[in-house]
Nanobody, 119 residues
Framework: QVQFVESGGDLVQPGGSLRLSCAGS????????MGWWRQAPGKQREFVAR???????FYADSAKGRFTISRGTAKNTIYLQMNSLKLEDTAVYYC?????????????WGQGTQVTVSS
């Protein structure tokens, strides 16, 4: 069983920054592509960014230039550095292994971490 634990969410003012962390665990080797998604109230979960095992990164248009995804040194650990946060970035953020053709998660979702951008 593969599990994900996200952390780092908080209440932040517009223009602020946050760094989210994700740790994947379970009976699985190193995940080739891991990523972040977010779900705002009343909206569907949407893809934010992914990083390959080789370090290549891909972003949704909403994240380009403001967010940076990276892999940690521990197996199946990733981060999301979020800068210049906007009100519309408010959401619960989730991580998962990425099914690249559909940009959906391959495994069950974790609890997520709440990011609230508000003045």
């Amino acid at each position: 069983q593969v599990q994900f634990v996200e952390s780092g969410g908080d209440l932040v003012q517009p223009g602020g920054s946050l760094r989210l962390s994700c740790a994947g665990s379970g009976s699985i080797g190193t995940m080739n592509s891991m990523g972040w998604w977010r779900q705002a109230p009343g909206k569907q979960r949407e893809f934010v960014a992914r990083v390959t095992i080789g370090g290549d990164t891909f972003y949704a248009d909403s994240a380009k230039g403001r967010f940076t995804i990276s892999r940690g040194t521990a197996k199946n650990t990733i981060y999301l550095q979020m800068n210049s946060l906007k009100l519309e970035d408010t959401a619960v953020y989730y991580c998962n292994s990425v099914h690249v053709p559909t940009l959906t998660g391959r495994f069950a979702w974790g609890q997520g971490t709440q990011v609230t951008v508000s003045s």
